[in-house]
């Protein structure tokens, strides 16, 4: 028999990991033929940050790191890169997740902006150093500010949709009742 803990925070697991593919899928569907001056947010960071911040524990870093590959793969980015990368902005934000739940939502948006800002430099930085030509400086500030913009309305989806909360001290571990 499956207990039912393990089976609640496995469909957790699964549910981010099917939200992901299908925002993979979607960046990978030409929408367009022309390119925008303004590109699209980056969804899959603005859900993980939202997601990890939010509950740590539904996302093991070994999820994470597959999920990251896979996009670098599909997306044709630089492989490992992005994996390294999110790895490390995970960690940070997990290992603050307990702090940041006491946070308002401005502060918590401020961090996880900063967070953003630092996985863009660094793959900018990271591509410098291996002498491959980055994105223009500008299309990846639009982006970065795109990501940004779109984490409330990441927050609020995670939050209101998806009943992904804060874990709080007292609450039945992951989430309570099935």
Known sequence: MVDPVSLHLWSWRILYLAICAIIIFAQLIPMQTIPTRIPAPDLLIALTFAWVVRRPDQIPVLSIAVLFFLADILLQRPPGLGVALMIVACEFLRSRSQFMREF?????WAVTLVVIIAVALGTRFALQILMITPPPFDLAAWQVLATALAYPFTVL?????????????GDRENGGSI
């Open 104 to 108: 308002p939502f401005v502060l918590e």
């Open 157 to 169: 989806f995670c939050q209101f949709v998806l009943n992904v909360t804060y874990l709080f001290p």
